[in-house]
Every structure is written in structure tokens, then in C-alpha cells.
């Protein structure tokens, strides 16, 4: 206290300039000290501080009945709808710009998006649910009926299955975090626990799965334990506050916390309890897990521990030596769902040092991490690594590939590597 | 945390409840029928469970494919603006994989699933019983695994053994 901080106060934890996570806590003049030629740039602030337009011009706007970002974050956007060759019109995928994005909540505008035969339109009111198979008294509801029931909110994150399926590829796909990364969101979620519905309905004897089919064209549907089902899924009907979008699934779509995303049924119209698996589509030859021995694993349900780091990312490059905040995310399905530790390195896994959890910790939602670093403008490889509370800790590539192979396709939780080069130019690598 | 809103709205059931003298406050779902039930339900479990009457042959499936398939599938399942539905064989591991229905799929009962509930594309669900059998003996038939003239029921259908079939694992979790 008192005494002038310098650069000599910098404590470095890790290679390649990674800095104890403890710096964004002692404040400010730390953060200055590590910044490069902040000094030199005194004597361009000599002017008075300008009195700018929109400080004068009253104006009418801001009272849209909808309100819209800043006409500045136009580029904070889903990725080109991405479709893999052979599938039609309706198939495929847009990605949320997490590199743009910070805190946990991904704005529902920004939500990844998968649909398999594009948005039904639904009309709310037509709409049913039917649970029926291996219950008492099969029944039907309305999203009106399912208003009445007692809700539950919760942070949920949902990742699309296939996440990060470049990193199964030969070379690194030459691709943003955005790309390679971008199915990954996470939302408030509101709606009625689904095991309130399956106990009015009366479970009978030997009913060990369910299968959850949706209302669209392709008619998606997958089987899921029973188990899962009654121990946290929600039928969600709101979305960060407000009804579910178009393409997350209104009016209604299945929640399963921790699940690969396909199982979280969008438009969800019918629950059935049967004895064992149904074999769907999607659930034999779509969403399963081939290996180089030609074995393929099916029900590989709940998402193991992964982080990423957002920023610094392929799309925004280092602007020159000197400090810098990496920061990224972090998630786990396994267990309570709740990571326990996100580590940083900045020298391609040689040495780690523990990151800032900058976000509450909550069970199945994404945690926010930073972590800071002073860039010395020489080649660097950023790396995260999350920990979860079973001890799970996030494997690097090579020992995902030495397990599933390159066909694995899908869970593909390894660690995610940056190269930075001289010119602070950022390449996805393998590391 | 999210209670407090939860037993607000519970005690306001409660209330209503206490007034009608209802013990429980909580249920709203409307008796589903039995007639209702049956045009929903059409999921097929790999034991054949939920297979309707009705049968067909690759024979008079060829023709249901040609009119209503082979524009996105290619000639004899060989793909064109959509998946390829036939060859592939021996490839699922390897550098070369090509799944398809014959080299990947491990239950004949997911063809008529998928095909009744997903498929043609322009127009799902649209396949009558007779037609899907036929087509799905169709796709059994261009991947070599049953014969022209096979009939393909609910009692056939779940006894087809599809090539890939042990290869299929589930997921045992540490």
C-alpha cells in the first residue's frame, strides 16, 4: 500500500508470461504496470476531453417495441447456416460468436442452432404433449395446462454433440473459435419438471427409458434413461425470460441438463415410457461414437469437463506486446455438474497456472473464467484445461485420438490450442 | 432459489384447491385416448414393438423409391443432394467410412421408423404402412441383405440381422 507498483511486482506463474489470476483482485495499478508503453502515450492526451455530438442532440429513439443491440455489434452474430454435403435444405447448423460474447448467458438472438428439418411452425395453441407407453393414465397437455404448474429456473448450458469435431481432423481446421467451437450456449431455462408430469401420469412396472419425439417434419426423437428424466429434466417453455425462440424449439422442447444437445427434444410433442432404448435414427447410425476398430459406442449421453478460450481467438488478433486478458469458458456434465478449477497455459501445456472463476459455479451451466497474461510478442500456444468436481480432468487431443480414433466425431472435449505468432497473429494448431 | 415463485404458485393452487376440496392441486393433463394415442404413436422398437399391419417387397418397393426417393438418393441408393442409402461395406472405422443403411445401421425395425416418420422429404409421414414396408424391403434388398422377393412384415422385419449389427456398443460410464 502506498508504494508505487512497477513492473518488478508482476508475479509470474506459468511460461511465456502467465500471471498470477490474483492480479484482477489487487486492482488497477498492477493491471497499468504490466501494460507496455502506457507511459509514452502522456503527452498525446493533451487536449481537453471533446465534448461530443451525442452529448448535445436530444433524440426520439430507444422505444422499439423490441429492442435491438447497438448498431455497432453488428458483427456479434450467428455463423453462415453450415450444412455437410448430402443433406438438405433444412439440415444443419449456425454457430453462437463466442468470441464476441462475455458473462455466461448466450442472448437467446445468439443461441447455436441445429435443426434437422428446419423451424416447424408451430401454432402454440394446437400444440400437445402426449405422455403415454408404460403409465397408469396416459395424458396430454397444452403449454397453456403447463403454465399452471409449479416452475423451475436454472442455467443450463447445451452443446451440440458434434462441438469441436475438427479437433478429430488430420491437420487443424483454419478456422475461428466460432467454427471450430461455437455450439455451445447457455440460457436461463424455465419450465415444469418433467418428472412432476410422468408421476401424474403413474409409471407402471418396467419402465426403464423414455422415448421423447418432436412435433417437426424429421420428427427427431431419441430414447433417454428414465432415470434422467426423473431426476432433473424440465419441459422448458421460457428462454432467458421469454417464450423459447422459433429455433430452440417453441412452444416447447425437453431439458436434459448435461445431455448432448439432440436429446434436449425441441417442439417436443410426445414422452413415452418403454422398457429399453427404441433404436431411432438419430440414436443408431446419426449420434454415435465410431472408433478405428469399427466398433461404434451408442448412448454416449452426459458431456464430460471442457473449456475454451474465447479471447484471444483466431478472429481477434494481439494488437503488439504487452498485457493482455485471456479469457474463456467452461462446462461439464458429469456428476453435480459443477467445475471446480479452469487452468491456462500459455506455453502449449508445458506449465499451467489456475485461472479466475469470474462467474457463480452452478451445476451444468457454463463458468466464465480470465486470466492474465503479459505477451513478450514471441510464438505462444494458449491452451485451457477445466477440472470438474468428480476429478474429471479435460484430456488433450492426442489422448482422445489414442482412445476414439478419428471417426470419433462427436464429445469432442479435448483441449483446444491458439498458436500465436510474432505478429500476434492466432492459428488453431495442434499441441 | 427458485422455490419462492414455485410456493407462491403452489399456495395459490392450494387455495382454488381448498375451495373445491380437491386433495391434489397439481394435475392438469387431460386423459389421452386410446384413438388418439394411435396416430401418434408410431415409434418401432428394435423388437419389432409398434409395427402396424401391412407388408411389402423390394419388388413393389423399387417403385415407391423411383417416385418418391431416388430424386434426392440417386439411383439404387447411391446418394446424390442427399446421403447414399446403399454400399459402404466394410469401410465403418477406417479412413474410407461410408455409412450407409447396409454398411452402418444395426436395426432393420430403424429403417421403417425413420422412413415412416422422416421421410420423403417434401411431404413426411405421407408413406402409407404398404408403401413403407415396400420401400424399406427396397433398402434391405440394394444392400444385399435379403432377397427380391422377401416379404417384409411385422413379424419379418424384426428378425432381418443387419451386417453391422454386433459391432454396436453401448456406452459404459467410469
Known amino acids: 500500500m502506498g508504494r508505487k507498483r512497477t513492473q518488478d511486482d508482476l508475479e509470474f506463474v506459468a511460461g511465456n508470461g502467465l500471471l498470477h489470476r490474483r492480479m484482477f483482485l489487487t486492482g488497477g495499478a498492477t493491471l497499468a504496470a504490466a501494460m507496455t508503453g502506457y507511459a509514452l502515450r502522456d503527452t498525446a492526451f493533451a ?3 471533446p465534448v461530443e455530438p451525442w452529448m448535445k442532440i436530444p433524440t426520439a429513439d430507444g422505444f422499439a417495441p423490441y429492442g435491438q443491440p447497438s448498431k455497432y455489434e453488428s458483427k456479434v452474430v450467428r455463423g453462415e447456416m453450415a450444412r455437410a454435403p448430402n443433406q438438405m435444405p433444412g439440415i444443419g447448423n449456425q454457430r453462437s460468436p463466442i468470441h464476441l460474447l462475455n458473462g455466461t448467458v448466450t442472448p437467446n438472438g445468439l443461441h447455436f442452432v441445429r435443426l434437422h428439418s ?16 408404460l403409465v397408469e393414465r396416459p395424458l396430454i397437455f397444452t403449454a397453456e395446462t403447463l403454465m399452471r404448474y409449479p416452475m423451475e429456473s436454472r442455467l443450463y448450458f447445451i452443446e451440440c454433440a ?10 487443424p481446421l483454419q478456422a475461428g473459435v466460432q467454427r471450430i467451437q461455437g455450439q455451445i450456449s447457455c440460457a436461463d431455462w424455465t419450465g415444469v419438471r418433467v418428472s412432476t408430469l410422468v408421476e401424474e401420469a403413474g409409471i407402471k412396472p418396467g419402465a426403464k427409458w423414455v422415448l421423447a419425439e418432436g412435433a417437426d417434419a424429421a420428427g427427431m426423437s431419441r430414447s433417454v434413461p428414465l432415470s434422467k428424466i426423473m431426476d432433473d429434466a424440465l419441459i422448458a417453455l421460457y428462454q432467458n425470460g421469454e417464450r423459447l425462440r422459433p429455433e430452440n424449439g417453441y412452444p416447447m422442447r425437453l431439458l436434459l441438463p ?8 425441441k417442439y417436443l410433442r410426445r414422452i413415452k415410457l418403454v422398457e429399453g432404448p427404441m433404436m431411432t435414427r438419430d440414436e443408431t447410425s446419426r449420434y454415435s461414437m465410431t472408433r478405428a476398430d ?5 448412448f454416449f449421453l452426459q458431456f464430460d469437463a471442457k473449456s475454451v478460450i474465447t479471447q484471444p481467438a483466431p478472429e481477434l488478433k494481439l494488437q503488439g506486446a504487452g498485457f493482455y486478458k485471456i479469457t474463456g469458458l467452461a462446462w461439464t456434465g458429469r ?3 459443477r467445475i471446480s478449477k479452469v487452468e491456462v497455459s500459455a506455453d502449449g501445456g508445458r506449465s499451467w497456472a489456475e485461472a479466475m472463476i469470474q462467474s457463480q459455479i452452478l451445476a451444468k451451466a457454463v463458468v466464465r473464467f480470465q486470466m492474465p497474461w503479459r505477451w513478450d510478442g514471441r510464438p505462444a500456444i494458449l491452451q485451457s484445461r477445466a477440472t470438474d468436481e468428480t476429478g474429471y480432468v479435460q484430456w488433450t487431443r492426442d489422448a482422445m485420438i489414442a482412445e476414439r480414433g478419428s471417426t470419433g466425431n462427436f464429445h469432442s472435449n479435448a483441449i483446444t490450442s491458439w498458436g500465436v505468432n510474432e505478429k500476434g497473429e492466432i492459428n488453431h494448431v495442434f499441441a | 432459489m427458485c422455490s419462492h415463485s ?18 391434489e392441486f397439481e394435475k392438469f393433463g387431460r386423459p389421452a385416448t386410446p384413438e388418439e394415442i394411435a396416430s401418434w404413436d408410431i415409434g418401432i422398437g428394435p423388437d419389432g414393438s409398434g409395427l402396424p399391419p401391412g407388408s411389402g417387397t423390394a419388388r413393389q418397393g423399387e417403385a415407391v423409391y423411383v417416385a418418391k426417393c431416388l430424386g434426392c438418393h440417386g439411383e439404387k441408393g447411391k446418394g446424390a443432394v442427399a446421403l447414399p442409402l446403399a ?8 479412413p474410407n467410412q461410408l455409412k450407409t443403411i447396409g454398411s452402418f445401421w444395426p436395426y432393420a425395425t430403424t429403417i421403417f421408423d425413420y422412413v415412416y416418420t422422416a421421410m420423403p422429404y417434401p411431404e413426411t409421414k405421407s408413406l402409407t404402412h404398404d408403401e413403407t414396408y415396400a420401400v424399406t424391403a427396397y433398402l434391405l434388398q440394394i444392400n444385399g441383405i435379403i432377397a427380391e422377393t422377401d416379404v417384409m412384415n411385422a413379424q419379418t422385419l424384426p428378425k432381418v440381422k443387419m451386417p453391422n449389427r454386433d459391432n454396436f456398443i453401448p456406452y459404459v460410464r467410469e
Open chain 1, 335 to 337: 456428476g453435480n455438474g
Open chain 1, 258 to 265: 448435461g445431455y448432448q444437445g439432440n436429446t434436449n427434444v
Open chain 1, 162 to 171: 458434434g462441438n469441436g469435431n475438427p479437433l478429430y481432423a488430420k491437420e
Open chain 1, 47 to 49: 487536449e481537453p476531453l
Open chain 1, 118 to 133: 428446419g423451424v416447424p411452425d408451430i401454432d402454440p395453441d394446437r400444440h400437445k404433449l402426449l405422455i403415454h407407453g
Open chain 2, 87 to 94: 454400399g459402404g461395406n466394410g469401410t465403418i472405422g477406417k
Open chain 1, 294 to 298: 469399427g466398433k461404434t459406442v451408442q
Open chain 2, 6 to 23: 414455485a410456493l407462491l404458485a403452489a399456495a395459490a393452487f392450494m387455495l382454488v384447491a381448498g375451495a373445491t376440496g380437491a386433495a
